[in-house]
């Protein structure tokens, strides 16, 4: 692959590709730095006029003062219940259709799949008013369920999609095997198709944790009482004080993003082969 | 590995291919006929239509919950938008029904502006993030052993919450104390109110979506440049093919469909974006940075106009799933150009 002899000292690491990833990495790391370094700034130096690169004096306050008078622990708790409920409950659904789609002879098979990519693509706005007078109707705002269940109803879609593709990947002979040995369909599935399944579960799993994490329209709209209010929703608000205690602010930020971004890093290789086999397959 | 790649290639032909097996109801259990012949004593295989009852089983609850759910919220979604509708105490009531929304929206200037701005903002910001994208996948498929790293790191922004983004490059671009602002002025002079003025809030907007799902494309893209046979690469080399002329004769079009999948999805983002300018602009300075989404959020739940909010966010879907069909046309019929699918 390359071309050129390679070059001696040091000068063999200034090329374009090496300088390129250093840009990639400088542009993606410096803001989040950013914000991490600002956390643990005090309230004169957060707003100090040439910004300072590190914090002079480093000071845990804005995270008790996230913490204790913001609840941000509240709001993660909402989140994390939340997000996981609704990442369960799309993951058990979506392995099943999935599977249903993948290897039985349903038919109208092709719509149903036509039918969910073009369910995928509407945008949320569209869904919130129907949505929001419904749970209105029925007494769900401000609720868990409020939210848990459009975030199953929405994610399943691209999970199921994730899903289908992944298990026609398996090879039939293994629940033909099982078959023959006298297992019914259900054990079938559950004992042979779920655990060779697995890296397809963490790929759909990841993306629906991380998309109902994140969802913010429907979350500000359904539970903007403060007792069941997301993160999302916890984070925007900061700004409606009249002076945006940014280091409050991004004390709460990082203690949102510390959980997503550590399971970010534990199943990236999901995240990277299910972008990819979405974008090859899909 | 061969039989389970050929397994899973005849398979994802999908739809076709099981459609030619189970074509036409099967009016007995087709037994042996299928598969290869039952082992001696082993139990009768299950017959087609106890398999495709198996499917229902396992498919139902899903599709129920997104047809109960999503199917239900479009259509009465719908509905609502040719309806007058009242909030009542812990309920509402539909009046009546109009075609009245839709003229009002379609011929106001603020649904009129939005519609630009949320089309100039999805166009440059597509365009970018390609553009950047397949530059940071090129750097990211020649860098060799830090690959690995640069691709975690690049994972940050993808999954940083787009709230906390906005919050973040806010106080960047804060008015008397961001750090950009201040580079700014050692620059300039001058401090510039960067969210302050609409052109400059818009640029803001772009940078950060930008900054956020450039990685997205990147990922997409790497994976495109890995599927690209190696013996393309010799046979452009053996007829002395320079690297630019390689990129653009060899390397794009065997990304094309890659690419289309990546922007597919990004305009689909970008045109519901909501998030963000709420957040980072609140739409403003004005109105200057007001989508689709904020707008129809401000007429449903700020003014209270349901019906009118209703007919904002059907137009808003309308246009989104008419670029999708619109793309995956052009994309399809250059493709069958292109010779490669």
């Known amino acids: 692959m390359s071309r050129r002899a390679p070059a001696s000292g040091i000068r063999r690491y200034l090329n374009p590709v090496n300088l390129g990833g250093l840009a990639i990495v400088v542009l993606s790391t410096l803001p989040l730095y ?24 480093a000071t845990l306050g804005n995270y008790a003062e996230a913490f204790v008078r913001n609840g941000i622990g509240r709001y993660l708790l909402n989140s994390v219940l939340v997000a996981s409920v609704s990442t369960v409950a799309v993951l058990g659904l979506s392995f099943f259709a999935g599977y249903a789609l993948a290897r039985t002879p349903l038919r109208g098979r092709g719509a149903i799949m036509t039918a969910l990519l073009m369910l995928s693509v509407f945008p949320p706005i569209a869904l919130v008013v129907p949505l929001f007078l419904l749970e209105r109707q029925l007494g769900l ?8 269940v459009p975030y199953v109803a929405l994610n399943l879609p691209f999970a199921l999609w994730i899903m289908r593709n992944y298990l026609v990947g398996i090879p039939r002979e293994l629940e033909e095997a ?17 655990p060779l399944a697995r890296p397809g579960l963490f790929t759909a799993g990841i993306f629906t944790f991380t998309a109902t994490w994140a969802e913010f329209l429907l979350a500000l709209t359904f539970n903007s009482e403060d007792g069941h209010r997301t993160v999302p929703v916890g984070i925007a608000l900061f700004t409606s004080q009249y002076t945006v205690p940014y280091g409050t602010l991004f004390a709460g ?12 890093m534990i199943f990236r290789r999901s995240i990277v082969s299910g972008m990819t086999s979405g974008a090859v397959k899909g | 590995m061969t039989s389970s790649s050929a397994a899973s290639s005849s398979s ?3 739809s076709s291919s099981a459609a030619t097996v189970s074509r036409g109801p099967d009016p007995e259990p087709p037994g042996p006929r299928t598969g290869p012949a039952p082992r001696g004593g082993g139990p009768a295989r299950v017959s087609r239509r106890g398999r495709a009852r198996t499917g229902w089983f396992f498919a139902s609850p899903a599709l129920l919950v997104i047809a109960t759910v999503t199917v239900f919220s479009v259509l009465f979604s719908l509905l609502l938008s040719f309806a007058d509708v009242r909030l009542e105490y812990g309920g509402f009531r539909i009046l009546s029904l109009t075609g009245d929304h839709y003229a009002a929206v379609l011929s106001s200037p603020e649904w009129r502006h939005a519609l630009v701005f949320t089309f100039g903002f999805t166009a440059v910001t597509v365009f970018l993030e390609l553009v950047l994208g397949t530059a940071a996948a090129l750097v990211l498929e020649r860098l060799g052993a830090a690959r690995g790293w640069v691709l975690a790191v690049l994972l940050l922004p993808w999954a940083l919450i787009n709230v906390v983004a906005a919050q973040l490059w806010g106080y960047l671009f804060n008015g008397t104390y961001g750090g950009l602002t201040w580079l700014f002025e050692q620059l300039l002079g001058h401090q510039p109110d960067i969210l302050g003025q609409p052109a400059s809030a818009m640029g803001a907007m772009v940078v950060v979506d930008v900054w956020k799902t450039t990685p997205f494309v990147a990922i997409v893209v790497l994976a495109g440049l890995m599927l690209i046979p190696g013996d393309v690469y010799e046979a452009a080399e053996i007829d002395g093919a320079g690297a630019w002329t390689t990129f653009w004769k060899v390397t794009l079009p065997q990304l094309r469909p890659i690419m289309a999948i990546a922007v597919l999805f990004r305009i689909l983002q970008a045109f519901g974006i909501f998030d963000l300018p709420f957040v980072l602009t609140q739409g403003g300075p004005g109105t200057a940075t007001e989508s689709l989404a904020i707008l129809g959020y401000k007429t449903l739940f700020q003014n209270l106009d349901i019906g009118r909010g209703a007919a904002v966010a059907t137009t808003t879907a309308v246009i989104v799933i008419g670029c999708c069909l619109l793309f995956l046309r052009v994309f399809r019929t250059q493709a069958d150009e292109g010779g490669r699918a």
């Open chain 1, 178 to 194: 099982a078959t023959v040995d006298g297992a019914g369909p259900l054990r079938t599935v559950l004992t042979v198709i779920a």
């Open chain 1, 253 to 264: 930020a990082v203690a949102a993003t510390v959980p997503i971004g550590v399971l970010v």
């Open chain 1, 141 to 148: 705002l401000n609720s868990y369920a409020g939210l848990i």
């Open chain 2, 12 to 14: 994802s032909a999908a």
């Open chain 1, 34 to 57: 950013w914000m991490i370094a600002s956390s643990f700034k005090g309230p004169g130096e957060i707003s100090a006029a040439p910004p300072s690169l590190v914090p002079e004096s």
